[in-house]
């Protein structure tokens, strides 16, 4: 069964350190999302991507954060300078969006990765 | 602004016990509701929705109905097994029938003893 693949499941970084978190999307999907859970609280949205650009974002996803599609099948999300509420859960997710609408088809999460910031 | 509200948890029941799990909800217009599920160890995965007024989500025994009249989405299983331990998450999406952007509650955790 197609999944999508998240790395690393943990990492520990400094304060002001940057960070990369690694997704590899269901190779046919097309929409690519990235959410985040700090311990305790909601699962928030963060960001969705699609033909190689920011769709949508919210008012968490700041100047710290970015996206990329480097090479086709990764889908990055880098914290340039992390602080110590910046540790959370991070989740990637995918749709398939077929016909170039996003509400088509189920929304795919990986495993997650946590990020501590000490 | 749109936001869930789900009970808090953990919620720990025997083996064959009901569940409930509520779930509300505040939006305008037309939300499509959700209920997810993440098992130890794993991703959120999707286990039902309902997309309208009255529509009622199933799947694996489990069931929710969406009720526009309480603004709820309430999770329910007439008998839970060990193996439905997980944390279950109530979500909606604003816009009719997309599954992207979703608004998410805190999660309920549940633990079923056999």
């Known amino acids: 069964e197609p999944e999508v693949t998240q790395t690393p499941s943990h990492q520990v970084t400094q304060m002001g350190q940057e960070v990369i978190l690694r997704c590899v999307p269901i190779?046919?999907?097309?929409?690519f999302y990235w959410y985040r859970q700090i311990l305790g609280q909601k699962v928030e949205f963060l960001v969705s991507f699609y033909n190689n650009e920011i769709s949508e974002k919210s008012e968490i996803f700041d100047d710290q954060f970015s996206v990329e599609r480097p090479d086709g099948s990764n889908f990055t999300l880098k914290i340039r300078s992390t602080k110590l509420e910046d540790s959370a859960m991070y989740f990637c997710a995918s749709i398939s969006g077929q016909g170039g609408l996003a509400g088509t088809g189920e929304l795919f999460f990986g495993e997650g990765s946590r990020l501590t910031v000490l | 602004g749109d936001s869930v509200t789900q009970m808090e948890g953990p919620v720990t029941l025997s083996e064959e016990a009901f569940l409930t799990i509520n779930c509300t909800y505040t939006a305008t217009g037309y939300p499509s509701l959700f209920w997810y599920v993440q098992y130890p160890g794993e991703g959120l995965q999707l286990l039902l929705k309902a997309t309208k007024a009255d529509d009622k989500g199933s799947n694996k025994g489990f069931e929710a109905t969406y009720r526009k009249e309480t603004t709820s989405f309430h999770l329910e299983k007439g008998s839970v097994q060990v193996s439905d331990s997980a944390v279950y998450f109530c979500?909606?999406?604003?816009?009719?029938?997309?599954?992207?952007?979703?608004?998410f509650g805190k999660g309920t955790k549940l633990s079923v003893k056999p």
């Open positions: 979500a909606l999406s604003d816009r009719r029938g997309s599954q992207g952007n979703l608004i």
């Open positions: 190779s046919n999907h097309l929409y």
